[in-house]
């Protein structure tokens, strides 16, 4: 038995305080989820569950929100994951074990994401001390162990010797294939009348060197913008896909593996090689890959360690020509390698790292 992805759409992803500043949640998911439902083939009634990574958000279940704001029957109740950056894989991998235990028939699964409407978070405390805000929630039991994902960036890069320069030439590399990329037709929903990427541009050794330096060498060029966005596949069932008229990619594996939160960025290592073992894959199998570039260094690491070739992954440009929608951006990559695979063929990879040394891939396969 297999699961099958028969149709993927992603918006635009723009800079917080962008294009979609004043959009809501619904606003920037429910538009790709009619698109990617209606280009399927299939009908709102056909859905069984709408699975949705967001990680910024307040609660209050975001899935049955874009449910109801979608054209979704009221039936599909609406599930939400938060597993920061990890989640809009983690999406498309939880559909998969829901079709693969015949749960469910049909799951449109993904992540949606607003950097710029997300809400003020503040710690409170029992002794009457006024409440005061924080940015970054802790990821780890242990102060001393839960860094600033800028700071584990850095010690990644010392740890493994990537340095500066290189970290430069990965992002000035992911601008320069996402310009000369052009997205797949209909991998792209317009919204608010953004239609194409809007933070791409054509960056060079003098602007790198400019950059404002945040840790080290990690620096503001080298580093993905925070960002809003969504994107959202459409996961389906042996029996659905042979009556379907659109090609279908298979959804073959997926793992989620925790490893050290002092280096969250090399946790997707042991995810990759696990997934690629499981499906009987090496490395050399794989024609496409879509690797996050929350940070460069985290990029080359990951393409490094797990033995990838660079001249497959991010072949359109990655997060750091885009920006970085936390809980839609795995669901990003897993549409556009779902858009390269039906075009070109072969097997193909998504990973993604995530805050407290979390790393998830997925194998698909056309």
Not at 55 to 60: D, H, I
Request: aromatic share 4%; net charge neutral.
């Amino acid at each position: 038995m297999t699961a099958w992805i028969a149709a993927a759409c992603r918006s635009a992803v723009a800079p917080r305080d962008g294009a979609f500043a004043a959009l809501s949640l619904q606003e920037l998911a429910a538009p790709v989820i009619d698109a990617v439902l209606a280009q399927s083939g299939l009908e709102p009634s056909d859905v069984d569950e709408l699975i949705a990574s967001n990680a910024l958000g307040a609660g209050g279940n975001p899935a049955r929100v874009l449910a109801l704001a979608a054209s979704l029957p009221e039936r599909v109740a609406g599930l939400s994951l938060d597993r920061q950056c990890a989640g809009g894989l983690d999406a498309l991998n939880l559909a998969r074990h829901m079709v693969l235990a015949g749960a469910a028939d049909v799951v449109i699964a993904g992540g949606v994401e607003s950097y710029s409407r997300r809400p003020v978070r503040m710690r409170t405390y029992p002794d009457g001390r006024p409440p005061e805000r924080y940015e970054q929630a802790s990821f780890t039991p242990w102060p001393d162990r839960d860094p600033d994902m800028t700071v584990a960036a850095q010690a990644l890069g010392a740890l493994l010797g990537i340095g500066r320069d290189e970290q430069d030439a990965w992002a000035m590399r992911s601008h320069r294939l996402a310009r000369a990329a052009a997205p797949a037709p209909g991998e792209v929903v317009e919204i608010a009348g953004l239609r194409a990427d809007s933070f791409t541009r054509d960056l060079r050794p003098a602007l790198c060197r400019r950059a404002k330096v945040l840790c080290g060498d990690v620096t503001t060029a080298n580093t993905a913008v925070a960002a809003d966005g969504s994107a959202f596949v459409v996961v389906v069932s042996d029996r659905v896909a042979r009556r379907l008229s659109v090609p279908c990619v298979a959804l073959r594996g997926g793992r989620t593996l925790g490893g050290t939160p002092d280096l969250p960025g090399l946790a997707p290592v042991a995810a990759i090689r696990e997934v690629l073992a499981a499906e009987g894959l090496r490395p050399a199998d794989l024609s496409a890959a879509e690797v996050m570039e929350a940070y460069a260094v985290q990029a080359v690491a990951c393409v490094r360690e797990a033995g990838l070739d660079p001249e497959i992954v991010n072949g359109g440009g990655g997060a750091l020509a885009r920006g970085h929608p936390v809980g839609a951006s795995g669901a990003i990559n897993a549409v556009r390698l779902f858009h390269t695979l039906r075009r070109q063929g072969g097997t193909g990879l998504a990973a993604i790292a995530a805050a407290g040394g979390i790393g998830t891939a997925l194998v698909l396969s056309a």
